[in-house]
């Protein structure tokens, strides 16, 4: 499949090598022509690791698979899906879109990244809204699939079913989001967490440290391999209705306590930040995160190769 990603940013960059190392033939554009370079070096740089890592299997292929190109006409030519990456800008989603669907083939699909804008904000009156939609990946996509689609009051079943497949065929998971609603799925469930977290921080029952080890060397565990319901479901002897049954009092007279809309406290922010700083100072930030997505890949290899092998 031909596809084009239009923004060479961060997130532009992850897309090619994930639509690449699925098989597809790549054009990247942006409008800066020095981005465009910088770009295509950095991927390569990207496209060694991972394969060291055993997460791509030939690197020369992934690399000859994406070619840049200085011209957006010439990056939409052929393209049956577009991966739009440009800044979180209403008015610059909204120009992108119009561009591509005027120099786009008629069934072409038309996707964007955005983490909070919906497509019906930037596709509303475009001749071919229907086959525009948010395709919202976790960063870096190469790395953490999910891939959240949400598409328009008027986008067709058949653009998301298309997005859908392709997703699945380049080895993302895909998670449909039936209605808009800001945030998508991913950011709400992420915003609820920090929301009781920042709570738990800021009345004083627990630090910042202890809150993340509770997550990361506790519900963290679970959720590397398995969703909250699934987690519920296996946690009481008869399932998901007697888990509710056993444990629905308790988090009703919780969520009493957690009913608040109130903005994050910039002095708790502050405070968070104070605490995160004796952990780890700004200067290894970037370190840190290199650990990261270090961990993160040796996590994605265990899961692949966990998934090849089946249940036991």
């Keep these: ?25 790549v054009k990247l554009w942006d409008g800066d022509p020095d981005a465009l370079v910088r770009a295509h070096a950095l991927i390569g740089q990207l496209v060694n690791v991972l394969h060291e890592r055993g997460l791509l299997a030939d690197a020369p292929a992934v690399m000859a698979r994406i070619r840049v190109a200085d011209d957006l006409a010439l990056a939409l030519d052929g393209a049956e ?50 086959r525009c ?28 079913d298309h997005a859908r497949h392709l997703m699945q065929a380049v080895g993302q998971k895909p998670v449909t989001v039936n209605r808009e609603l800001e945030g998508f799925v991913l950011n709400r ?35 590397a391999f398995m969703g909250p319901f699934e987690t519920i479901d296996l946690n009481a002897p008869d399932g998901l209705q007697d888990y509710c049954a056993r444990y629905g009092g308790m988090f009703q007279s919780i969520a009493t306590e957690q009913a608040s809309t109130e903005a994050w406290d910039d002095g ?37 190769q966990q998934d090849t092998a089946g249940p036991s």
Aim: hydrophobic fraction near 45%; glycine fraction near 8%.
């Design 268 to 304: 708790l922010v502050a405070q968070l930040h104070a605490q995160r700083r004796d952990v780890l100072p700004r200067e290894a930030l970037l370190d840190r995160r290199l650990w990261r997505d270090e961990r993160l890949m040796a996590l994605l290899l265990h899961k692949q």
């Design 81 to 130: 899906y577009v991966q739009e990456n440009l800044p979180e800008k209403l008015e610059i989603k909204q120009d992108i879109f119009a561009r591509m669907d005027q120099l786009a083939d008629g069934g072409t699909v038309l996707a964007s990244s955005t983490s909070s804008i919906p497509a019906s904000l930037f596709s509303a009156s475009l001749q071919g809204r229907e």
């Design 133 to 160: 939609l948010v395709a919202h990946p976790v960063n870096p996509p190469y790395l953490v699939p999910v891939v959240e689609l949400c598409g328009a009051p008027w986008t067709s079943q058949r653009t998301v």
């Design 189 to 223: 469930l992420q915003g609820a967490l920090l929301r009781e977290a920042f709570r738990l921080v800021g009345q004083g029952y627990v630090s910042v440290e202890d809150l993340d080890v509770t997550v990361k060397d506790g519900l963290g565990l679970r959720w």
């Design 1 to 25: 499949m031909n596809v084009a990603v239009i923004g060479a940013g961060l997130i532009g960059q992850a897309w090619a090598i994930v639509f690449a190392r699925g098989g597809c033939e």
